[in-house]
């Protein structure tokens, strides 16, 4: 136990990070608790969100950071070499290493090829199913969007026609909302 105790007592910041004060009038937000299970990415953007206007203090980023982390990352950060973090970049790239099994991964464009409208199912189920895909698939594919849309449609779809007779140009368009 005293060795756990003696690893915990030395930290793995520099000693200008270790030094350095917090701004005067610094608010800490609250946080989302990393619990070691949910996409370390998505963590640390909404932690570089929270933090936007401090985000430029090295120190105070780092240890800040620290605060956001339940119990499983801090186990994580513990047993980190002493004086082995110099920056925040430093901080996030080891913490994404450390739980890159939970990053999600981006859906491939492919997976809209393979969604139609099921027999029996109503345009606005479809349009779910199909909306939640794209929303997955990392990059701005408008244009193939559009077409695996009007593709997924059966061909005597009311809406199948009206998108055939009057092309779509963007997805704002293709959703109603222009």
């Given at each position: ?15 200008r990070?270790?030094?350095a ?27 570089n ?34 004086g ?68 997924g ?8 026609k ?8 963007s997805?704002?368009?293709?959703r109603?909302?222009?």
């Open positions: 136990m005293s060795k756990a105790l003696n690893q915990i007592a030395k930290s793995p910041f520099t000693h990070i270790e030094r004060a917090p701004p005067q009038h610094f608010h800490q937000p609250t946080f989302t608790i990393y619990n070691g299970r949910t996409d370390s990415v998505e963590h640390v953007s909404h932690f969100q929270r933090m936007a206007v401090y985000s430029k203090d090295e120190a105070l980023m780092c240890k800040v950071f620290l605060s956001s982390l339940g119990p499983v990352a801090m186990r994580w950060f513990d047993v980190l070499r002493t082995s973090i110099n920056s925040f970049e430093e901080l996030t790239r080891a913490f994404s290493s450390c739980f890159i099994t939970c990053t999600k991964v981006p859906w491939p464009l492919d997976s809209l090829l393979s969604l139609s409208i099921r027999e029996g199912e109503i345009l606005k189920t479809y349009s779910d199913r199909y909306w939640e895909m794209y929303n997955k698939i990392d990059g701005n594919f408008e244009d193939v969007a559009i077409s695996t849309f009007k593709s449609l059966l061909t005597e779809h009311g809406l199948k009206s998108l055939t007779g009057k092309p779509v140009t997805l704002r368009q293709l109603g909302l222009d």
